[in-house]
Structures are given as structure tokens and as C-alpha cells.
């Protein structure tokens, strides 16, 4: 089975443009979260999503959003880019979504706001 | 709030000798731990997992893991390092407290082997 894939690889944009990075699951994962990992540091929860509805969501400001659809893949949205954005994205996903499941991550996106 | 402390950056170890990576944590409620390991411009593995019973945990590629309640600990073991296992390992916490899934993180230890 295929695991968690992540679109684009690598990306680079300016100051003040919006992204859009797309994260697929595996096949019959339910829940996928998204996670911002800066250079040297661990990765930082930002949402989960679960049956295309918001099950949590860490300390980012609005500018973060996402979305859930019907086949389980999954869009994040960052508008208004600042350069700290800069950053590895990680999606992951896992069966139910709950704290004893275990989370399967994709590759990432590297993203670089110059 | 939930925590996780890795104390060791970097570590540095002879190809074939032990390894003992250190984690602590913080959590209000029975902790779900885990260690995942990530080479270099790539995605998390994971090693290993602890949800509850047996308090030593065996994982891939000859690693375990044992958690200590006591001191809030979840130390990563291993008898003998091979070159491979040069990579960034990270210790998290998650739970049921929240209601979702949320891991949180260390800052990670940066393994480097030597021949």
C-alpha cells in the first residue's frame, strides 16, 4: 500500500502570496494532521481533521486553515506569508484519529518564503 | 499542558557500542509516547510506541524503549549502533486529554556515528 503523499515537494514563494500544500493519506485513514516543522526544532502541531470536521487545532494565528474532503485528502491553506512561515510541512494520517492510533507521516513540504 | 524534554542535542557514538537517548515528558493524563526517528529531508518514521501495559517496548531495528511513570521518562535504547541509524530522533506525547490526536514534540537529539 501506497503511504502518505505530499504535493509539491518543495516550494518557494514571497512575502504576502497564499500557499495551498495538498497531503493524500493512506488508503482507509480516516483522520489526517498537519504539523510545521522550522529548522532545528520538532514539529509543532498545527490542525487535525477527521471526517472532514475540525477535531483540533494548536496555537497558529488565522492565517492557517485546511480543509478535509470527501476521499479523506486534505488541503492547508497559509495566506498573508511571512517569512517565519518558512518551514517543512508534515501531514499524517491514521485510522480513527484518536490518541492511541498511530500516525503515519508523508515526506513533508519544504516551503521557503523569501 | 503537555511536554516533552530532550536534554541531549547531540550525541555522538562508536559504530557497534550502546546508546541510550533521553526523553521526559509532561502530561496530565495517562500518556501515549512515542519515538520516531527522521533522516535528513525526510519524513518521520516511527520507532516505537508505548500505550499501556508491558513498560518496555520493542521496536524496529533492534531498538526498545521503557517507561518509567515515576520519572516521567520514556528513554530509547539500543545495544548496538550501526552507521544507518545516523539520523534525528524525536520523542512526542499524545493522549486523550483533548479530545484529538495532537502530538507534541520534542526538539529532537541528533545522533552521529563513528566508525
Known amino acids: 500500500d501506497a503511504g502518505v503523499t505530499q504535493s509539491p515537494t518543495h516550494l518557494i514563494k514571497t512575502r504576502g502570496q497564499h500557499v495551498t500544500l495538498r497531503c493524500s493519506p493512506i488508503s482507509g485513514h480516516k483522520s489526517v494532521s498537519w504539523y510545521q516543522q522550522v529548522l532545528g526544532q520538532g514539529p509543532q502541531f498545527i490542525f487535525q481533521?477527521?471526517?472532514?470536521?475540525?477535531?483540533g487545532r494548536g496555537n497558529f494565528p488565522d492565517r492557517f486553515s485546511a480543509r478535509q474532503f470527501p476521499n479523506y485528502s486534505s488541503e492547508l491553506n497559509v495566506n498573508a506569508l511571512l517569512l517565519g512561515d518558512s518551514a517543512l510541512y508534515l501531514c499524517?494520517?491514521?485510522?480513527?484519529?484518536?490518541?492511541?492510533?498511530?500516525?503515519?507521516f508523508g515526506p513533508g513540504t519544504r516551503l521557503t518564503v523569501l | 499542558a503537555q511536554s516533552v524534554t530532550q536534554p541531549d542535542i547531540h550525541i555522538t557514538v562508536s559504530e557497534g557500542a550502546s546508546l541510550e537517548l533521553r526523553c521526559n515528558y509532561s502530561?496530565?493524563?495517562?500518556?501515549?509516547l512515542f519515538w520516531y526517528v527522521q533522516s535528513p529531508g525526510q519524513g518521520l518514521q516511527l520507532l516505537l510506541k508505548?500505550?499501556?501495559?508491558?513498560?518496555l517496548v520493542q521496536g524496529i531495528k533492534g531498538f526498545e524503549a521503557e517507561f518509567k511513570r515515576s520519572q516521567s521518562s520514556f528513554n530509547l535504547r539500543k545495544p548496538s549502533v550501526h552507521w544507518s541509524d545516523a539520523a534525528e530522533y524525536f520523542c512526542a506525547v499524545g493522549g486523550t486529554l483533548f479530545g484529538n490526536e495532537k502530538l507534541t514534540f520534542g526538539t529532537g537529539t541528533r545522533l552521529t556515528i563513528i566508525p
Open positions: 502530561y496530565g493524563a495517562t500518556p501515549y
Open positions: 499524517a494520517s491514521s485510522r480513527q484519529g484518536w490518541g492511541a492510533d498511530t500516525q503515519y
Open positions: 481533521y477527521y471526517e472532514k470536521e475540525e477535531r
Open positions: 508505548y500505550f499501556s501495559g508491558d513498560t
